[in-house]
């Protein structure tokens, strides 16, 4: 006689009957069938580094598993719909993380290996804001390529498996076992590919980051990155600014980012702010609103108002002005008090009050600590066959394409060692 169905058989069983459109019967079928098949990989996320190491494992059986009902959903919306796919100047300085960790995966596959490798499989990247590479026309064609790439012949073995929401994972006689609401995988190999926390529209979650744990690995705690900051109450008058945009230069601790500031109704945004809290923790940032000028020089007549001689919009001088009581007077007519505020265009140092949040963040910073991984193969140094890749990994980098250039490459490393 057979075995009842367990209740996790039974769950599983209902979720495939609901998303594919069987029986009972024949979901019940699939979900024993799957259950006693053991791949060669499983990769968990089928984002920017799931469906990179899927390209490049050749001749393997591989199930991705990927909560959302279609592949690269974080892809589809980056960049303003075109993706910014990798940048022409890469360099460890410009990613959070260990330095030397991230040039070993670099040192492997590159920002030209890109290029070359999505040239050779029918994409060619456009070169927008200097040296930012991003889709031709959209980010559907990024997706659409690293699918092909990923697809036939040597890549037969490739089962995409979507709206499957993974529960954990765990090893138990040399085989992974994953538990999803599909039912359970196995596998002799397992790439944690889950992404961080941002971007909660498409599903992002912490899943990766507790396997990792559960198999031992320490976890720096998750933060939001490459977010607009929030103010203070000293800092109000900027909320007035709403929609105004101007270059500037933020320093915080040792790093100055050199971008436009965006003001916004809930604080301050823009590339030079999304660059800064990818560093910042707490405590001051200072903002020269004059990148690569001289007050002084700038007062020219002595005999015009100060507020009238600075190149800047007049809303924002009238706002600065008012906010530290400076009045609309000569410079020379300034006193010492009034003219060390004035400087303070060069050098304004305050506190924010914290982060828009994962809602409103590009990446999360934080992630597995990258002291029990491999940089040359990715694989996890406590545990034997276990991966990671992206943007699970505590490397987080800035703007202009750096975080999907290391999704890329320390998918191909994973992928190539096993």
């Known amino acids: 006689m057979a075995s ?37 990989a499983i990769i968990l996320g089928a984002g920017a580094a799931g469906l990179m190491a899927a390209a490049h494992l050749k001749r393997k059986s591989v199930a991705i598993l990927e909560h ?49 490798f999505l040239h050779r499989h029918g994409l060619e990247p456009v070169v927008r804001k200097e040296n930012q590479y991003f889709c031709p026309d959209r980010a559907r064609e990024l997706i659409d390529t690293l ?21 954990g994972a765990v090893k138990e006689n040399g085989l992974f076992v ?30 990766g980051l507790q396997i990792a744990e559960a198999f031992g690995h320490g ?49 301050i945004s823009g590339p030079a702010v999304l660059n800064a809290s990818l560093y910042w923790k707490q405590g001051k940032i200072v903002v ?16 015009k108002s100060a507020a009238s001689q600075i190149p800047l919009p007049k809303r924002f001088v009238r706002a600065f002005f008012d906010s530290l009581d400076i009045p609309n007077i000569p410079y020379k007519e300034m006193n010492e008090i009034q ?38 193969t990715m694989q996890s140094r406590l545990t034997e066959g ?4 992206g943007e699970v990994i505590d490397v987080t980098g800035e703007i202009g394409g750096y975080n999907f250039q290391w999704a890329f490459s320390s998918a191909v490393v994973a992928a190539k060692s096993i």
């Open 178 to 207: 994953v538990d999803s609401s599909r039912g359970i995988y196995r596998a002799k190999k397992l790439i944690v590919s889950t992404g961080g926390l941002s971007y909660k529209s498409v599903g992002a979650g912490g899943v």
């Open 339 to 376: 003219k060390q505020r004035l400087s303070l265009l060069k050098s304004y140092a305050f506190a924010p009050a914290g982060t828009f949040g994962f809602t409103k963040a590009e990446v999360t910073k934080g992630g597995v600590d990258t002291d029990q991984i491999d940089p040359y």
């Open 219 to 267: 976890v720096r705690p998750p933060n939001p990155a490459l977010v607009g900051l929030t103010l203070q109450p000293e800092q109000a008058w900027m909320r007035s600014l709403s929609g105004l945009s101007l270059p500037v230069e933020i320093g915080v601790g040792r790093r100055v980012l050199k971008e436009d500031m965006l003001f916004t109704h809930k604080g």
């Open 288 to 303: 020269d609103f004059l990148p690569k000028k001289r007050i002084k020089t700038l007062l020219k007549s002595p005999t």
């Open 386 to 389: 276990l991966y990671f890749a």
């Open 4 to 40: 009842e169905p367990s209740r996790k058989e039974k769950a599983a069983a209902d979720a495939i009957e609901e998303a594919e459109g069987k029986t009972a019967a024949e979901a019940a079928i699939a979900v024993k069938k799957l259950s006693e098949r053991i791949y060669d």
């Open 147 to 167: 699918l092909r790439a990923g697809s036939g012949g040597d890549f037969s073995g490739n089962e995409f498996f979507y709206d499957t929401e993974v529960n």
């Open 68 to 116: 959302n009902p279609k592949p690269g959903a974080k892809i589809a919306i980056s960049g303003g719909g075109r993706c910014n796919i990798t940048n022409a100047e890469l360099s460890p300085s410009r990613y959070l993380g260990d330095p030397s960790f991230i040039e070993s995966v670099f040192s492997q596959f590159d920002n030209h290996d890109l290029i070359e």
